[in-house]
């Protein structure tokens, strides 16, 4: 999601680190990761409108969890991997990125920092060590993770985060600016090479939600093609996606089918380095909201032609309507039997940590509470009886 995210899932102990364990930038060798021997075979691909991991070819359901790599307590990722391994969702996305533009104290985990002019990836202890434990807690319970590499909000820096850097002030300008782009990929090289050889790896992705308002299209196409090829040609094993909504395509013509946000659905799934095209669905922050349930059954569908056409699947990759169950549940129910869409990742997860409750921003869904057992459970139960 989405602007209305705050730091609150990071506020107070979650992020806090140990003080024996504080060290601030200081770079790090990349920890030894991938004990376990992988192979080809054992990375996740698709194969026409669905996906194969661990050599099973079907549909798949997972979500979103967009602080997992913040936390500092190993139990608190250890338990939300074993929760899904044990609910049957299979992916999960977690943000990547987590860039800062003034020292947040070594208490507090950044991944990267702009600070006086000077870009800096930070692989210490309250840095991209944390994301390797996520890694690692994934690939011993079988999960398979969606990575991305920035975000076009400012929930955790985002784009503007480079923008004193690179000398610009618009993502607009982001996309295109070769300072901010040289270092993008800078630390996109960090991040892939770390876990290039895991098989907990699902998918990287490019960007959170990438928007370009009022751009010409060539500019997140372009942007898109780049990009997808700079990871492929750091890491051709894993799958690449895109991040994006969804905007721009045939429909009703209503805002999110337009092309005001920059976005060309067509022209980003086909990118030959896109493995699979994701979209989002939020009719509550698209002007969409009346007859949400119908509105979204057609978006599914809309999406699902494009993907099929290209030959290849379409994920549900973030879905939201102020937990209403009987909308989402449908939601869910129609992307299944939808040929060309290959899975369907709810926002978000909800999990009780040592720290307390994670976030609710209004559309998280608590592990084994009553909302799961109505849009979860019988999701997942769903897919196992096809
Ligand atoms: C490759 O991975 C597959 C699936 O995990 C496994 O069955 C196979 O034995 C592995 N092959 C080698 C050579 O390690
Ligand atoms: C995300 O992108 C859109 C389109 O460029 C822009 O309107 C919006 O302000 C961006 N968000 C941020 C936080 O910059
Ligand atoms: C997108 O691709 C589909 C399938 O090939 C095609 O029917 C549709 O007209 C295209 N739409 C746009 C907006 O390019």
Request: glycine share 10%; with cysteine; hydrophobic share 35%.
């Amino acid at each position: 999601m989405k602007r209305f995210i705050t730091l609150a899932a990071c506020a107070g102990a979650a992020c806090a680190l140990p003080a024996t364990s504080r060290s601030g930038v200081v770079a790090r060798s990349s920890s030894a990761l991938s004990s376990r021997a992988a192979n080809d075979s054992s990375f996740p691909s698709a194969s026409g409108s669905s996906f194969i991991i661990d050599g099973k070819q079907q549909y798949y359901a997972g979500t979103n969890s967009y602080w997992l790599g913040f936390q500092t307590n190993n139990a608190d990722v250890d338990l939300v991997m074993k929760n899904l391994a044990t609910s049957g969702l299979k992916v999960l996305r977690v943000w990547g990125f987590n860039d800062v533009t003034s020292d947040p104290g070594s208490n507090t985990v950044y991944f990267q920092s702009f600070i006086n002019g000077e870009a800096k990836i930070n692989t210490g202890a309250n840095g991209l060590e944390r994301l390797d434990y996520v890694v690692k807690s994934a690939e011993e319970h079988g999960i398979k993770l969606i990575i991305n590499f920035v975000n076009n909000w400012t929930d955790y820096g985002g784009m503007a985060a480079y923008f004193d850097f690179a000398g610009i002030s618009s993502n607009a300008e982001w996309y295109t600016n070769e300072k901010a782009q040289t270092q993008y990929q800078a630390y996109i090289k960090a991040v892939v090479t770390r876990y290039s050889s895991s098989p907990a790896v699902f998918a990287w992705e490019l960007a959170n939600e990438p928007r370009c308002k009022g751009c010409d299209l060539s500019v997140l196409s372009d942007w898109v093609k780049t990009s997808a090829a700079y990871v492929k040609s750091l890491d051709s094993k894993h799958m690449v996606t895109t991040g994006e909504e969804g905007f721009g395509l045939d429909g009703d013509g209503s805002y999110p089918y337009q092309f005001a946000e920059g976005g060309d659905f067509n022209a980003t799934c086909a990118d030959p380095n896109v493995d699979f095209c994701v979209y989002h669905l939020y009719p509550d922050s698209w002007g969409t909201a009346d007859n949400a349930q119908e509105w979204g059954n057609n978006w599914i569908k809309n999406h699902a032609k494009v993907c099929e056409a290209l030959g290849k699947p379409c994920v549900l990759e973030e879905f939201g309507f102020n937990n209403n169950c009987d909308v989402e549940l449908a939601w869910e129910t129609t992307a299944l039997a939808t040929k060309g869409t290959g899975g369907d990742m709810f926002w978000q997860y909800g999990d009780t940590l040592s720290s307390g409750k994670s976030h609710q921003d209004g559309n998280t869904v608590y592990y084994q509470d009553d909302l799961w057992k109505c849009m979860v459970a019988p999701h997942v139960a769903a897919i196992g009886n096809q």
